[in-house]
């Protein structure tokens, strides 16, 4: 079954190439159907709601390789949750802000993993201890510049970014 063509590009340093038509073959049309709801819902295209799925499933992969199995299940649910158009389980987007700084009360009070994306400089606070960072931050993707306070282990850190400028610790 091929299913709506929907329009795709990359960003290469910083310059979103040209999109193109890409056809799916084989897609559940249930699924489809709650994704294009969905995206109706949100205000925005399929395309953008496959994008983020996909770029979400790569994160979390990357995450399953290195020994992090139970996240599988948690895929599985969110998959399960998307078809009814409710997914408590995947980690809410945080995007498209010049500068931030989160604070250890900012991630407990909003209660819920983010993907942080798409943010030219992010300061995590001093106050962020390791087990907020684990239990609040999925992802952090496509930042020019991220900071952590030294009580944060570098390899934490850096499992944490996907294509970032710059990660310094203070």
């Given at each position: 079954m091929t299913e709506g063509n929907e329009r795709v590009g990359r960003r290469v340093e910083?310059?979103?190439?040209?999109?193109?038509?890409?056809?799916?073959?084989?897609?559940?049309?249930?699924?489809?159907?709650?994704v294009a709801e969905l995206s109706r819902r949100l205000g925005i295209s399929i395309g953008e709601v496959m994008n983020e799925a996909?770029?979400?499933?790569?994160?979390?992969?990357?995450?399953?390789?290195?020994?992090?199995?139970?996240?599988?299940?948690g895929i599985r649910s969110a998959g399960k949750a998307l078809g009814e158009g409710i997914s408590n389980l995947a980690p809410i987007p945080i995007s498209g802000v010049e500068e931030v700084e989160l604070s250890r009360e900012d991630f407990e009070r909003f209660g819920r993993r983010v993907l942080i994306t798409d943010i030219?400089?992010?300061?995590?606070?001093?106050?962020?201890?390791?087990?907020?960072?684990?239990?609040?931050?999925?992802?952090?993707?496509?930042?020019?510049?991220?900071?952590f306070?030294?009580?944060?282990?570098?390899?934490?850190?850096l499992s944490k970014c996907r294509n970032v400028g710059k990660v310094s610790f203070y």
């Amino acid at each position: 079954m091929t299913e709506g063509n929907e329009r795709v590009g990359r960003r290469v340093e910083g310059v979103v190439e040209p999109l193109k038509d890409v056809t799916i073959r084989g897609l559940n049309p249930e699924l489809y159907n709650s994704v294009a709801e969905l995206s109706r819902r949100l205000g925005i295209s399929i395309g953008e709601v496959m994008n983020e799925a996909m770029k979400l499933l790569l994160d979390v992969r990357g995450e399953l390789m290195t020994g992090l199995s139970p996240l599988m299940e948690g895929i599985r649910s969110a998959g399960k949750a998307l078809g009814e158009g409710i997914s408590n389980l995947a980690p809410i987007p945080i995007s498209g802000v010049e500068e931030v700084e989160l604070s250890r009360e900012d991630f407990e009070r909003f209660g819920r993993r983010v993907l942080i994306t798409d943010i030219k400089r992010l300061v995590i606070s001093q106050d962020v201890d390791e087990g907020t960072l684990e239990k609040y931050v999925a992802v952090i993707r496509n930042c020019d510049e991220v900071s952590f306070p030294r009580s944060i282990s570098k390899l934490l850190a850096l499992s944490k970014c996907r294509n970032v400028g710059k990660v310094s610790f203070y």
